[in-house]
């Protein structure tokens, strides 16, 4: 009987670990739209973030925090566009514009500190006319804590700095755009 019980417990740890972490979206496709598109520095966008939703959560996770990076930006280090954090443990999805700090869309007890913009919250795609494709990486971060202790004004670095100290697993999407 021992080793029947064994088998069953080693067989249904083999199907939770089987299961990814997975970031999807209903909306993205792998351009971006005008709707994501940044409303400002010569581009002429709706600056709505994404709709995003993620599966197969670590067990552990208590929160969750979402980016998204260009890192073909030409500053020398990339360009933050979205860094949210503090995002419940039991929530799945974040809604199209949810980024969109004065709609309130985003679920609560959400920071959406500040962009490389200078703004809070979504701050769309805008590359440099002319240039090469930039790639804009979301990333979905399932942490090890119910809240990283900042605030709003926490800037990319710092917040970046704390997820490293505190992510169990992440799961990310690319998409593309050029002017």
């Known amino acids: 009987m021992k080793k029947v019980f064994f088998i ?7 199907s939770i670990q089987a299961q990814n ?25 709706e600056n709505m973030s994404p709709q995003l939703f993620w599966e197969n959560v670590p067990i552990q996770t208590q929160s969750f925090a979402i980016t998204i990076f260009d890192p073909d930006a030409p500053t020398g ?3 933050w566009h979205w860094v949210a954090y503090n995002i419940p443990s039991d929530i799945r999805e974040m809604k199209a514009n ?27 795609p805008c590359p440099p006319t002319g240039d ?4 804009y990486i979301i990333t979905i971060y399932a942490l090890d804590t119910p ?3 900042l605030d709003k004004d926490a800037s ?5 700095f704390y997820l490293q100290q505190h992510t169990i697993q992440k799961a990310s999407l690319i998409f593309y755009s050029q002017r």
């Open 21 to 45: 972490f997975t970031l999807k979206s209903k909306t993205l496709q792998g351009q971006a739209e005008s709707n994501l598109m940044f409303n400002g520095m010569g581009c002429k966008g």
């Open 132 to 135: 090469r494709p930039h790639q």
């Open 147 to 149: 809240l990283l202790d």
């Open 98 to 124: 949810a980024g969109n700090i004065t709609k309130k869309i985003a679920p609560l007890g959400t920071i959406q500190s500040k962009t490389d913009y200078g703004t809070y919250g979504y701050g769309g």
């Open 8 to 14: 069953l417990i080693t067989c249904a740890y083999c």
């Open 156 to 160: 990319p670095a710092l917040v970046g």
């Open 77 to 79: 280090s990339g360009w």
